[in-house]
Every structure is written in C-alpha cells, then in structure tokens.
C-alpha cells in the first residue's frame, strides 16, 4: 500500500488567508484597514497574471489594494519616486514591486529603496539580515509557504537534516535561513555543488527549488523524506503545454513520506503569505506610530495605550 501523503497547498493556503482574514476585520474594528500597493512595470504577460491573483486574494481577505500599472518604458527615477511617495502615506502598509523589472531598471537599487517596514516580500538587506541574525522581520513569501507547509507535515523540525536545492536570494538562501532559525541543520545544494546527488539522499527534508523540470526523481531521496517542490516549470509533453515542478512527482511519491505537487503545492502559499506579511506590516507600523506619539506627548500614559494583537 502506498502510505505516501501528498500534501494539499491549496487548502493550507485556505486557513492562512481565513486566519489573515479574521485578523484584518479585527484591525479594522480597531479603526486599521491594512492597504497593499502592488507595482506592475511593463507587460509580461506572467506578471499580469500573478499581479491580478495577488489583487484578487487581498480584496478576498478584505485588504485594501492599490494597483500602480507603469509602462515599460518608465525610467527609474520614477518608480523610485512613486516608491517614495508610497513609503511616506500612512495609509499604506505594504509595497510589493512585481519582478522582473525592465532591463534599464537596477532591481537591487530600487528594491532597497522601499521602506523595510513595508518591505512585504522581505526583499530589503535589513530584512534579509534580520532573518539571518533569526529576527522577526517581514520575510519572503514562498520560503514563508514553506515552512508552514513543513510544520504541518512534520510537526516540530528540530534537528532534522534539510537539504535546500538552489541558493537564489528569493528562495534558496532565505529558506536555508528559515530552516535553520528552526533548528534544522542545513545543507545547501546548487549549481556547482559536487555530487548533488548524493548530498540530497540524506536529507529529512528536501526543498527544491532550482527551475528545471522533474531534475529530482525518487534516486536523489532517502525513503520517508519530505520533499516541498518550489519549481514551476511550463512544459510542452503529449501535445498540451503544462506546467511541472523541479521534482518528478510520480517518481518520488512512492519513495517519500510527504510531497507537494505542482500545482496546488507552494504556489498557493506565496500569495497567502503574502497578504499575511501585509497584516503585519499594519500592525508593526501601528505600534510603531503609537510608541512615537507616546513619545512626542507628556499627557499620555501607558494604560491610555490601544494595545493590538493579532494570532
Ligand atoms: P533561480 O534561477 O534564481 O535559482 C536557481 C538555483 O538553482 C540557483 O541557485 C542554481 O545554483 C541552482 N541550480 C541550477 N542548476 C542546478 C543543478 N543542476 N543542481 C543544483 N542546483 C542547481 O530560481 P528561483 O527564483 O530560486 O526559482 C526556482 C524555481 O522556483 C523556479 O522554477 C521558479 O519558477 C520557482 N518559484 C516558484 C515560486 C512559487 O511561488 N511557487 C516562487 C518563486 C520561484
């Protein structure tokens, strides 16, 4: 009997957007409504998609979005103008800047340029470093899925031998850092890795997340490993175009004590992430704005303070 678990992204994504959902309508019975601004530069037709989906699921959660699509063409110093401008309203919590971004933009340059508190994909270096020094700071999304998608799976980690497949600073290096604020002991596997291979039939826990097509089968995975497939891959194969993760799904199901599929595994989760990355932004900068205005203010008192809390 194959006892293996596919594990189920789009219903894990489901409770984290329930629970974000219950958190946001508290908020704003408390007179917050948390807001996302989603930036779109040029027309890629992928990024189309993603920007709609993200839109979609935060009007759902009952976030307030606002969408800035830019031409192509726009130089940068506008986009950092508008990031500016985005950074100063106070009725903005989040700022997400779609990638990739046209060729004459400098990604890192005007990634580093949004506020870190509004940083919701946990892009910016203090937020990168926070995560390293293992600081609650906003932190990527996927690598976010994942771990919840871990946890669920495999209860506590702690101690686990996890193998990370890719180092890219979306989602191989934050996951490795994620893992190991976990107390997992991390191995990170990539392009000029010797014997990948052998290094990943080790691991509890394999995370791949490297953009080639069902590169991992069952020979890469010691029996029982959980495996988090990251990889979106569209393939053409029988005809139809499809999309297929880094992991060869019917090769590893039987060899594996849990997997995710593609799709319907990690993709959901970015997105729930997401929106609840934006949720806390709100609430940090709420606080934020309350400890500054006890501060600046000789009347205030402590027990006169509106203290929030969400799960
Ligand atoms: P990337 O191209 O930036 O990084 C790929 C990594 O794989 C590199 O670090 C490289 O060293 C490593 N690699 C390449 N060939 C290898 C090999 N033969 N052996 C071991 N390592 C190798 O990609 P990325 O942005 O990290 O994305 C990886 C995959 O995850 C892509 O398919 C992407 O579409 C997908 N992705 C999915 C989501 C989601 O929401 N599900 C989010 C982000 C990325």
Redesign the pocket.
């Known amino acids: 009997m194959n006892t293996s678990k596919v594990i189920d992204g789009k219903a894990a994504a489901a409770r984290v957007l329930a629970s974000v959902k219950a958190d946001v309508s508290k908020l704003k019975s408390d007179g917050i409504e948390p807001a996302l601004a989603v930036i779109l530069v040029g027309q890629d037709p992928a990024s189309q998609v993603y920007v709609r989906n993200k839109i979609l699921r935060a009007e759902e959660a009952g976030i307030r979005s606002l969408e800035y699509r830019l031409s192509a063409e726009t130089p940068q110093a506008e986009l950092l103008k508008l990031i500016t401008e985005l950074n100063d309203d106070h009725s903005i919590n989040g700022i997400l800047l779609q990638l990739p971004l046209p060729a004459h933009i400098e990604e890192a340059l005007v990634l580093q340029a949004i506020a870190p508190g509004k940083d919701v994909d946990g892009f910016h270096s203090e937020n990168v470093g926070g995560l390293s020094q293992g600081r609650n700071v906003l932190t990527p999304c ?1 690598p976010s899925g994942c771990m919840q998608l871990l946890e669920d799976a495999c209860g506590d980690l702690s101690g686990k031998h996890a193998v990370v ?4 600073n ?3 290096k934050p996951m490795a850092a994620l893992l190991l604020k976990a107390h997992c002991s991390v191995t990170v ?3 000029r ?1 010797v014997d ?1 291979k052998a290094l990943c039939r080790q691991a509890d826990i394999v995370v791949a ?4 097509p069902r ?1 991992i089968d069952s020979s890469w995975l010691k029996p029982g490993a959980v495996v988090i497939d ?4 569209r393939i053409e194969e029988d005809g139809r175009s499809r999309l297929v993760g ?1 992991v060869d799904f019917d090769s590893a199901l039987p060899q594996v004590s849990a997997i995710t599929p593609v799709p319907g595994g ?2 959901p989760m ?1 997105i729930a992430f997401l929106m609840k990355n934006t949720v806390t932004a709100a609430l940090q900068q709420f606080h934020s704005r309350q400890a500054h205005a006890q501060q600046s203010t000789t009347q205030s008192s402590p027990s006169e303070a509106v203290c929030l809390s969400i799960s």
């Open positions: 996927t497949i890719g180092r890219s979306i989602v191989g596997v990539h392009s890795s990948a997340a490297v953009g080639r590169m990251v990889g979106i891959n880094d990690v993709g970015t």
